[in-house]
């Protein structure tokens, strides 16, 4: 079973304060996707970011990075010099890669994180 | 422009009522699922369809029910049965591959008054 864990609940920062989203998650599956979606009041899922199994890397986007550890099961999201257009819901979500599992497919979520960004 | 239509966006319903929310795809994506939203319990998934006419129960399939008659269209019967339906419900798709990533609706909101 897969599981993805946002120990944070709310999350609140003033303007142009640095801020990091905390994901851990549990899989049994060696490939997989983890995932970082945006939800803004509208409700729609904003896709941020996609990394697979294998890709270690650090990813850096405009204000926004990404640290991937497998070691400790944890794909953390920072935005840098926060503004108040970030404030949403981040979510963090996983998905197996391997096909034929009955994971396969399936986006396991984790409970969101809600950032209020005060001006 | 590709992408998928939820419709309606609000949705009130009596307590005993059957109601259907409809999902709609134009980017030829294999895969559709359902999420219902919960304040403080992230997404959790209803139903998914990997092919046409074939689909799997997710984690809270009980009060649920759907077709897939055709590959563009997913809907969503929330029936009688489902004790606590209020929530908001996010239809998505998927490519092939899972590494294509997936595409989402606006959602819509049920309210059972």
């Known amino acids: 079973a897969q599981k993805v864990t946002q120990a944070q609940t709310e999350i609140s920062v003033v303007e142009k304060e640095d801020v990091t989203l905390d994901c851990v998650y549990e899989?049994?599956?060696?490939?997989?996707?983890l995932f970082w979606y945006k939800q803004p009041p509208s409700g729609e899922l904003v896709f941020l970011i996609r990394?697979?199994?294998?890709?270690?890397q650090n990813e850096i986007s405009g204000r926004y990075s990404w640290n991937f550890q497998k070691s400790t099961s944890s794909f953390n999201f920072t935005i840098t010099a926060s503004q108040v257009v970030d404030s949403a819901v981040y979510f963090c979500?996983?998905?197996?890669?391997?096909?034929?599992?009955?994971?396969?497919?399936?986006?396991?979520f984790g409970q969101g994180t809600i950032l209020t960004v005060h001006p | 422009d590709g992408g998928i239509t939820q419709s309606p966006k609000y949705l009130f319903r009596k307590e005993g009522q059957n109601v259907t929310l409809s999902c709609e795809q134009n980017?030829?994506?294999?895969?559709m699922y359902w999420y219902r939203q919960d304040p403080g319990q992230g997404l959790r998934l209803i139903y998914y369809?990997?092919?046409?006419?074939?689909?799997q129960k997710g984690d809270i399939a009980e009060g649920y029910s759907v077709s897939r008659e055709k590959k563009e269209s997913f809907p969503l019967t929330v029936t009688s049965a489902q004790k606590n339906p209020t929530a908001f419900y996010l239809c998505?798709?998927?490519?092939?591959?899972?590494?294509?990533?997936?595409?989402f609706g606006s959602g819509t909101r049920l309210t059972v008054v």
């Open positions: 369809s990997q092919i046409v006419n074939d689909f």
């Open positions: 990394r697979n199994s294998f890709d270690e």
């Open positions: 998505a798709s998927r490519d092939r591959e899972v590494h294509y990533g997936y595409t």
């Open positions: 899989t049994r599956d060696t490939t997989y996707y």
């Open positions: 980017l030829n994506h294999d895969a």
């Open positions: 979500a996983l998905t197996s890669a391997n096909a034929g599992g009955t994971s396969y497919g399936k986006l396991t």
